[in-house]
C-alpha cells in the first residue's frame, strides 16, 4: 500500500506529530494530488481536542486538514476534468452517493452518504479519512476543483473551508448592494465574509472581542468595526441588520446580535461552539427574526466561489508555516491570536 507523510493527533491531549498513513491507488475516477498547502480550520482544532464528541466523536489516530491546494500528479483512466500538472483544490468533502435529492440539486453537503476529509469511514481502505496535513491525497475527481490561474495558492487554500462557509449563506440571504450585513468574529471565516460581503457590495460591520483587531477589520473591507462587549456601541444599531453571520467557535451571547436585526433580518450560525446557545423567544418574536445554520456548500457553489475570488482577486490573508510549527498554531487559534489563517508549507514536510 502507498504510504504518505502526514502529521496525526494520537489522542485529544496530544500534540501533532509525524507519521504516515496509507494512500489508495488511484482507481478510474480518482485524481492525485501532491498538497501544496493547507489551511488550519477551528474545526481542525475542534476535532483534533475531541471537542465536538456528542456529535462526532474523534476516531485516533486523527490527521485533519480541509483546505487543500495542490498539483496533480497521476489521473485514473475516466478523469474528464483533470490532467497532471493541473492547480486544483480539495475543501471537507471527499465523497457522496451522487444519488440522492441533495446530491441532486448541488447540495453534497446535506447527502446522508457523504464523506469528510478527514474522521469519516473511508470506503476504500477502512479505518478513517485522513486529510490534508499530509504530503499527497486521492480524491473522486467529483470533488477536485479548479483553481483560477491568477490567484496566490497559499491564500487560496482557505477558501476551501472559511471561503465557501461564508459565501453559501452571504448567497442564499441574497446579500448584495445596499444590505447591512453584521459578521461576528474576525477569525479565518470571518474576516473572509468580510471580504465576500463587501465584494458582493454590502455595507459591512464586524462584531469583534478584540480591540486591537478593528484597523484590520476596516482594511478587509468592512465600513464600520463594532467592540461586542461595549454594550452602548451595540446598541446603537438596534434593530437595523438584513442579516447576521455569526462565525464564533465559542459559547457566546447570541441575543445581543439578534436585537440588532431589522424586521425579518435573519442570523445565520456557522460557528460550532460544542455548547448549546441559549436563544430567548423574545428575541425572535419581536421583528419576526429568524436564526439558521449553514454547512459549507456544494460543489458547484464551491467552483462558482473560487472563480467568484478570481475574478475579485480575493483570497485569505494567511500565516505561511512550516508544518514543524502545527502545535504552536493552535494554541494561538485556540486564543483568537491569528492574522487571519495559518496556511502550512507542505513541502516543509519533507524536513521530518
Ligand atoms: P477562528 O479563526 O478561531 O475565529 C473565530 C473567531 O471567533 C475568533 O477570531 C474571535 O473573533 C471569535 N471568538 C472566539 N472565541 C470567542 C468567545 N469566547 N466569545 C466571542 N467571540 C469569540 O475560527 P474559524 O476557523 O473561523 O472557525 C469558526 C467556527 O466555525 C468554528 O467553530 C468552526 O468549527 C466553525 N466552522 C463551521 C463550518 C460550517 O460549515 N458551518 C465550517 C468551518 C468552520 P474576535 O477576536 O474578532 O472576537
Ligand atoms: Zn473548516
Redesign the pocket.
Known amino acids: 500500500m502507498p504510504q504518505a507523510k502526514a502529521y496525526a493527533a494520537n489522542s485529544q491531549t496530544s500534540p501533532l506529530a509525524p507519521t504516515s498513513i496509507p494512500r489508495r491507488d488511484p482507481t478510474e475516477r480518482d485524481v492525485e494530488i501532491q498538497i501544496l498547502f493547507c489551511g488550519?480550520?477551528?474545526?481542525d482544532?475542534?476535532a483534533v481536542r475531541n471537542e465536538w464528541s456528542e456529535f462526532t466523536p474523534t476516531v485516533y489516530p486523527i490527521v485533519p486538514g480541509h483546505e487543500i491546494v495542490g498539483r496533480v500528479t497521476n489521473v485514473g483512466s475516466n478523469v474528464t476534468k483533470f490532467k497532471a500538472g493541473d492547480l486544483v483544490g480539495v475543501g471537507?468533502m471527499v465523497a457522496a452517493d451522487l444519488t440522492c435529492n441533495e446530491c441532486r440539486e448541488d447540495y453534497e453537503?446535506f447527502c446522508p452518504n457523504r464523506i469528510l476529509t478527514y474522521n469519516s469511514p473511508d470506503e476504500h481502505l477502512g479505518g478513517v479519512t485522513y486529510g490534508g496535513y499530509s504530503e499527497y491525497v486521492v480524491v473522486d475527481e467529483h470533488f477536485v476543483l479548479r483553481i483560477p490561474s491568477n490567484l496566490d495558492l497559499a491564500g487560496t487554500a482557505p477558501l476551501l473551508?472559511?471561503g465557501i462557509?461564508t459565501y453559501s449563506p452571504l448567497r442564499h440571504w441574497g446579500v448584495t448592494k445596499g444590505k447591512k450585513v453584521g459578521i461576528?468574529?474576525?477569525?479565518?471565516?470571518?474576516h473572509m465574509g468580510v471580504k465576500l460581503a463587501h465584494a458582493m457590495g454590502a455595507h459591512v460591520a464586524?462584531?469583534?472581542?478584540?480591540p486591537e483587531?478593528k484597523e484590520d477589520a476596516l482594511r478587509l473591507g468592512a465600513d464600520e468595526a463594532i467592540m461586542?462587549r461595549n454594550t452602548e456601541e451595540m446598541e446603537k444599531h438596534a434593530g437595523t441588520f438584513d442579516f447576521i453571520l455569526d462565525?464564533?467557535?465559542?459559547?457566546?451571547d447570541i441575543n445581543s446580535y439578534l436585537a440588532l436585526l431589522a424586521r425579518d433580518g435573519n442570523l445565520t450560525?456557522?460557528?460550532?461552539?460544542p455548547e448549546p446557545l441559549g436563544v430567548a423567544a423574545f428575541s425572535l418574536i419581536g421583528g419576526r427574526h429568524s436564526l439558521s445554520?449553514?454547512?459549507?456548500g456544494g460543489i458547484r457553489q464551491t467552483q462558482e466561489m473560487l472563480d467568484f475570488c478570481g475574478e475579485h482577486n480575493l483570497t485569505a490573508d494567511v500565516e505561511v508555516i512550516p508544518i514543524q510549527k502545527i502545535n504552536e498554531a493552535y494554541e494561538r487559534?485556540?486564543k483568537?491570536d491569528?492574522k487571519?489563517?495559518f496556511s502550512i508549507e507542505m513541502a516543509s514536510l519533507e524536513a521530518d
Do not use: D, E, M, N
Not at 488550519?40 to 474545526?43: E, G, L, M, R, V
Not at 464586524?206 to 478584540?210: A, D, G, K
Not at 462565525?247 to 457566546?252: E, F, G, I, L, Y
Open positions: 488550519i480550520c477551528h474545526s482544532l475542534h471537507c453537503q473551508c472559511a462557509t461576528v468574529g474576525l477569525g479565518g471565516l470571518g464586524v462584531f469583534s472581542t478584540s483587531k461586542s462565525t464564533v467557535s465559542a459559547q457566546h450560525l456557522v460557528g460550532a461552539p445554520g449553514s454547512a459549507i487559534l485556540a483568537s491569528v487571519y489563517r
